[in-house]
C-alpha cells in the first residue's frame, strides 16, 4: 500500500466577491405573493421580497438591504472569515483502487 501524499488548499486564487463579480444566477418562477427584486446594476444581486408591500415600504427595505449588501452571501467567497477550501472537499483515493460498499455491521449481538 502506498502512502498518501499531502495536499493541498483546492483552490490558490480566491474568487471576487459577489459585489465585485455579481453570479449569473437562474431565476426560478415565484409564486404571487413573492417577487424579484435587484440590489446590483443591470438586474444583478437579485432578492425576493413580498409582493403585498406598498411601495414606500418596498423601498425602504430595499434601501435598507442596498446599505448592507456586504452582509448577504450570494456565493461562497461572500462569507467573511471562512476559506473556500474548508466548505470544498475532495476525498482523495490511493490510484487504482476501487470504491465499496460495506454490508451493515450488527452492533448488538442479540438483535438478528
Not at 490558490?12 to 413573492?34: A, F
Request: include cysteine; hydrophobic fraction near 35%; glycine fraction near 4%.
Amino acid at each position: 500500500m502506498q502512502p498518501l501524499e499531502p495536499v493541498g488548499p483546492l483552490s490558490t486564487s480566491l474568487p471576487k466577491p459577489s459585489i465585485e463579480e455579481p453570479p449569473k444566477l437562474e431565476l426560478k418562477e415565484l409564486p404571487s405573493t413573492l417577487k424579484y427584486t435587484f440590489l446590483g446594476d443591470n438586474q444583478t444581486l437579485p432578492i425576493i421580497i413580498s409582493s403585498d408591500l406598498t411601495p414606500s415600504q418596498e423601498e425602504e427595505v430595499i434601501d435598507l438591504l442596498k446599505e448592507n449588501k456586504e452582509a448577504i452571501g450570494w456565493m461562497m467567497a461572500d462569507i467573511k472569515g471562512i476559506s473556500p477550501s474548508i466548505c470544498e472537499h475532495r476525498i482523495n483515493l490511493i490510484e487504482g483502487s476501487k470504491p465499496s460498499r460495506e454490508p451493515q455491521r450488527i452492533a448488538n449481538p442479540l438483535m438478528k
